[in-house]
Nanobody
Framework: QVQLVESGGGLVQAGGSLRLSCAAS????????MAWYRQAPGKQRELVAY???????GYAGSVEGRFTISRDAAKNTVYLQMNSLKPEDTAVYYC???????????WGQGTQVTVSS
C-alpha cells in the first residue's frame, strides 16, 4: 500500500528558502504522477506543482520561477524547492500521488510552511 511521508516544513522569513520532501512507500512510484498542493486558512486546496513519471513539470502561475519540483526514483522521493518565499506562500503543503489509471490517489499528511514578513 502507498504511504506518503512529508518533511521540511517550518518557519522562514520572507525571501528565504525551504525544501520539502515527500517519501513514498510502495512499488508504483516510478510510474506515478506526483504533485504538491497547498491550502491556506479559509481557502480551497490548490495545485502548486506537478511532475509526471516521464519528468514533465508544471507550476501554478503564482510560484513559477520561484519553486522547483523534482523526483529521485532511487529514493522514491519527490521534492519541492521553494525560493524567494513570500508571506502569501504560507499554507499547509500536501504531497499527492496519482496512479497510472488516475483512479488511485494518495495524499500525504501535510506539512506547515509559514513565511513571516
Amino acid at each position: 500500500q502507498v504511504q506518503l511521508v512529508e518533511s521540511g516544513g517550518g518557519l522562514v522569513q520572507a525571501g528565504g528558502s525551504l525544501r520539502l520532501s515527500c517519501a513514498a512507500s510502495g512499488s508504483t512510484f516510478s510510474i506515478s504522477s506526483m504533485a504538491w498542493y497547498r491550502q491556506a486558512p479559509g481557502k480551497q486546496r490548490e495545485l502548486v506543482a506537478y511532475i509526471t513519471s516521464g519528468g514533465s513539470t508544471g507550476y501554478a502561475g503564482s510560484v513559477e520561477g520561484r519553486f522547483t519540483i523534482s523526483r529521485d526514483a532511487a529514493k522514491n522521493t519527490v521534492y519541492l524547492q521553494m525560493n524567494s518565499l513570500k508571506p502569501e506562500d504560507t499554507a499547509v503543503y500536501y504531497c499527492r500521488q496519482t496512479g497510472v489509471t488516475g483512479r488511485e490517489v494518495h495524499w500525504g499528511q501535510g506539512t506547515q510552511v509559514t513565511v513571516s514578513s
